[in-house]
């Protein structure tokens, strides 16, 4: 059964699809990219029967173009976290953060690209909220999608970056995170929806992750309930 989910989900949807399958015998077949890209897809004729996107807009996106019979349900709500690379002398902070563009420290800034994924769009407005964008803006590098952002961070591509706080409690990642205060950015209230080529297999799992077994492990990945 096709899924489509956002790049932030890649770990968390992993580890739900294994219990899933391991619960029920069902297999799932996930892609994961920004949420926009993702979108575009969708609206191209991907044979998709479930979308969890990292936003609200997207989902609401296919449901006025008529391309899901309603607007989805809300699943998640995600975090943003500023990062920096193993052995890095940078604290992850923004007013470190702030001290390292002035001072050249941080040469390059991992962000994901913010016209298609909803936690690139979050990090512009986080640093914009503190009066950093006008700084960080020639030091940006760009990923496709919030994974590809963490990947340059986690490498050491990059100096410092955003990514989710999903991906961060990833297997293997050795740097150091911190929480970007959530009132420096619109929530990221993340929300899915059934397609309308959706089969009776989609729906048993969209309400699977609702339930309070997928609710409890997608909690163990850095995600809030729905209010």
Do not use: C
Request: proline residues 7%; hydrophobic residues 45%.
């Amino acid at each position: 059964m096709p899924v489509a989910a956002a790049a932030s989900l890649r770990y968390a949807l992993d580890d739900a699809a294994a219990a899933y399958s391991k619960a029920t015998g069902e297999q799932l077949r996930i892609s994961y990219a920004a949420s926009g890209n993702l979108v575009q897809q969708i609206e191209a004729g991907a044979p998709y029967q479930l979308f969890l996107s990292a936003d609200e807009d997207h989902v609401f996106r296919l449901a006025d173009n008529g391309l899901a019979p309603d607007r989805g349900r809300i699943y998640a709500v995600g975090r943003l976290v500023l990062i920096v690379p193993p052995g890095s002398p940078i604290n992850p902070s923004l007013a470190a953060l702030k001290a390292g563009l002035a001072s050249g420290q941080v040469k390059r800034l991992a962000i994901a690209n913010p016209e298609t994924a909803p936690y690139g769009a979050r990090s512009v407005e986080a640093l914009k909220a503190v009066g950093l964008w006008a700084q960080a803006q020639p030091r940006l590098v760009t990923g496709e999608n919030i994974a590809q952002a963490f990947q340059f961070v986690a490498s050491g591509a990059a100096d410092a970056g955003f990514t989710s706080l999903s991906l961060v409690k990833s297997p293997g990642f050795k740097g150091r995170y911190a929480l970007v205060p959530a009132n420096l950015h619109q929530p990221l209230t993340q929300r899915m929806v059934l397609l309308k080529s959706a089969t009776p297999a989609a729906r048993r799992f969209h309400d699977w992750l609702l339930s309070p077994a997928g609710q409890a492990l997608l909690a163990r990945h850095g995600y809030l309930p729905p209010a």
